[in-house]
């Protein structure tokens, strides 16, 4: 059975720190691209931050500067280093595992994580 597993959210007053991470088990976690989404309610699921299998990142450009994607696949988990938080970061996070970063960006996702909560108070 393929899960991914997030962990790491919580509440954090704005400018503080966060760092989420998404463990991986069942799948050849290298194989994979990896990207982190996020939902506030009534908003449209956005994709933050992706990496690929060769370790390249991207970001959102609301994030960039602010947020760092990281993987280790000696440990099959993926990272987001989230600093600098800001109230419109207050979002349901989920990582998400796809052949290439171009099919986390059109939405194609082999596998999801159940999502963890992070919570920017002003």
């Known amino acids: 059975q393929v899960q991914l597993v997030e962990s790491g959210g919580g509440l954090v007053q704005a400018g503080g720190s966060l760092r989420l991470s998404c463990a991986a088990s069942?799948?050849?976690?290298?194989?994979?691209?990896v990207g982190w989404f996020r939902q506030a309610p009534g908003k449209q699921r956005e994709l933050v931050a992706t990496?690929?299998?060769?370790?390249?990142?991207n970001y959102v450009d609301s994030v960039k500067g602010r947020f760092t994607i990281s993987r280790d696949n000696a440990k099959n988990t993926v990272y987001l280093q989230m600093n600098s938080l800001e109230p419109e970061d207050t979002a349901v996070y989920y990582c998400a595992a796809a052949a290439y970063t171009l099919h986390l960006r059109r939405g194609a996702i082999d596998y999801w994580g159940q999502g963890t909560q992070v919570t920017v108070s002003s």
């Open positions: 069942g799948l050849t976690f290298g194989s994979y691209a």
């Open positions: 990496i690929t299998t060769g370790r390249t990142p």
